[in-house]
């Protein structure tokens, strides 16, 4: 046998003991996975380390909103989540019970399922919301990320950072080996979740409080469709003794897959500690919340979790930026927690990509913070609003007050009687599960965003406000700072939302006929503008009349549109100095102005 041939000083390379990238990623949760998504699509070098082995293993998260549907449509992924999500149809007869066997109290139409909520919904978006599990939805993106260049490294803990004028140093301890090494990057994300130590090292300051209330989760599966199919939904809650105590304000039995898997949140003690979790606490607490004794149940996991309310004030430090639930901690209510992470890291991608390649000067990157920050605040708020809004449910049914099982019983079967008291008691018990549509209808919520931040560039009209409930309804816009509009257009046989004209990346202008001063402006720039021309005879049609209305501006008029889809520029009207007027937008959203 040969003895082995050594490498010639030319076959020989120095091992560097520290990793290079663009951008470093800690975390592969919604946050953390749909940054890395979005960044390979634009073509950013970056790495995502997370301390574990594996991605999500349990349900978490799982209402999708329509707008987190529009970004994953932008990223190319919609259709993976469509084809694996419980459909919007089966989410919506959210169900208040005494058990999912015993009484009924009464249902609220919710997730765009009652029918004007759903009009609204239809004329929102080209999306439909849906029910997508986390452990289902971190493999669509972190897969996805992966295919377009992301690298991805598990058992690997973000131990610290420095930072300085041209990068951040990060140290992580690979935890298969047990040694640490050194990550450098031009920019650093922490979407590492409630207990984000980027966050923490970043000195980032936070509003409100942790753990103010206990909970546990418990996924099990079980065959309930006796009990469900037919008032099919995401949510039933349940009305129990001791639901009150902790948790998010009722005992809930939430369906993970109809209808054999389940998930069910029920409160503790946040002072007196979590319960021993054991397999048959866990399973006398289903049973309790079932209501049949009989059925047969698998207990999957357990874990208990805190309620916080908590919210960053401010995302960035220097070159270092936090996203998801790094910077806004709450309840699941509403189904915002994921939603938001998503939001956060498609708003900051594209920043980053432009500061990278040279287009924006860093200074785009401090509307992240001025646009994302406010929405964090606000979710956070409504999230625990909603579990305080739960209350009046039990206070319908006089549950508040300590007090024996067998009297709340009494007090549910009261409702029955034919006499004046019971009468107010159903009326009472009717509004205050009626009122729940702040939690489970709050279309608003989910899609009025405004922004004000240097990267964008006001048109000098008032601010017109909401002709309705700002959290319940949908009010489109195009001023600046508004996402754009959705309105059904045509391009030859094909049938697409206005909404699929932007993004990729990009700035897109859209104009009409007369806007012809505004496409030659486009061209002109110094950064590619994809320009759109709506009207009769060119390349986009608007055959209902519905873009002419939602507009605002003339069909001689110009939107510029971010890569995240929210209008940063608005001119009513045709002008003559179109270009001028392009060439200054661009230098205030880039930051060169």
């Known amino acids: 046998m040969s003895a082995p041939v050594s490498p010639s000083p030319q076959q020989e390379r120095p091992v560097s003991t520290v990793v290079e990238t663009d951008v470093l990623i800690v975390g592969s949760g919604p946050a953390g996975a749909s ?9 950013v070098p970056n790495i995502v380390v997370t301390r574990y082995a594996s991605l999500a ?10 707008r987190t549907m529009e970004v994953l449509r932008d990223l190319g992924v919609e259709q993976e989540v469509v084809a694996q999500a419980t459909p919007q149809h089966l989410m919506g007869n959210t169900t208040f019970c005494t058990s999912l066997a015993g009484e009924e109290l009464g249902r609220v139409r919710s997730w765009g399922n009652d029918p004007l909520v759903q009009a609204e919904h239809e004329l929102a978006s080209p999306t439909r919301m849906c029910d997508m599990p986390q452990h289902l939805m971190e493999p669509v993106l972190v897969n996805a990320a992966v295919a377009r260049g992301t690298r991805l490294r598990f058992e690997t803990e973000y131990l610290s950072h420095t930072q300085d004028a041209d990068g951040v140093t990060a140290t992580v301890r690979d935890r298969l080996r047990g040694d640490t090494y050194e990550i450098r990057a031009k920019y650093l994300i922490g979407a590492d979740g409630g207990r984000s130590k980027v966050a923490a090292d970043a000195g980032l300051p936070m509003g409100g409080q942790m753990g103010v209330a206990g909970s546990i989760n418990i996924v099990f599966e079980a065959d309930l469709t006796r009990y469900t199919a037919h008032r099919p939904s995401t949510l039933y809650w349940v009305l129990a003794p001791g639901a009150t105590v902790g948790g998010i304000g009722a005992g809930l039995v939430r369906c993970v897959r109809p209808w054999t898997e389940w998930l069910i949140v029920w409160g503790y003690d946040v002072t007196a500690g979590a319960p021993d979790l ?15 004794d009989d059925i047969p149940v698998t207990i999957k996991s357990s874990s208990a979790w805190t309620v916080n309310e908590m919210y960053a004030e401010r995302y960035a430090n220097g070159r270092v930026f936090c996203a998801g639930d790094a910077v806004h901690r709450h309840p699941p209510s509403n189904g915002l927690g994921s939603n938001t992470s998503v939001q956060d890291a498609y708003n900051l991608a594209w920043k980053l990509k432009l500061v990278l390649d040279g287009t924006a000067h ?22 625990n ?34 006499t004046e008291a019971a009468g107010k008691q159903r009326a009472g018990l009717r509004e205050a599960i009626a009122f729940k549509a702040y939690e489970f209808n709050a279309h608003g919520v989910d899609l009025n965003q405004r922004y004000a931040s240097g990267a964008i560039v006001p048109d000098g009209t008032p601010d017109p406000g909401f002709a309705r409930d700002r959290e319940l309804h949908h009010q489109p816009s195009s001023r600046p700072g508004a996402r754009l509009p959705h309105a059904w257009i045509t391009s030859g046989s094909r049938t697409l939302s206005t909404l699929d004209t932007v993004g990729r990346g990009r700035f897109t202008l859209l104009t009409g006929i007369g806007g012809e001063d505004w496409v030659r402006a486009a061209s002109a720039q110094d950064i590619p503008v994809a320009t759109v021309v709506i009207g009769p005879g060119q390349e986009y049609e608007d055959p209902y009349g519905d873009w002419a209305r939602l507009s605002e501006i003339s069909d001689a008029g110009a939107l510029l549109v971010r890569p995240d889809g929210f209008v940063a520029f608005r001119h009513a009207s045709a002008a003559p100095d179109a270009g001028e007027l392009l060439a200054d937008a661009l230098r205030t959203v880039l930051g060169h102005a």
Do not use: M
């Open 362 to 383: 860093p200074r785009l990157l401090d509307s992240y913070t001025a646009e994302r920050a406010p929405i964090g605040r606000q979710i956070v708020t409504r999230a």
């Open 278 to 292: 054991t397999a048959e606490y866990a399973e006398s607490v289903v049973r309790r919340l079932v209501g049949d």
């Open 57 to 66: 293993d349990t349900p978490r998260a799982h209402i999708t909103n329509q």
């Open 35 to 43: 940054a890395a998504l979005a960044l390979s699509t634009y073509g």
């Open 385 to 418: 609003q909603s579990i305080r809004e739960t209350a009046p449910v039990f206070e319908a049914l006089d549950g508040l007050s300590p007090q024996t099982p067998e009297q709340l019983w009494a007090n549910i079967a009261a409702r029955k009687d034919s």
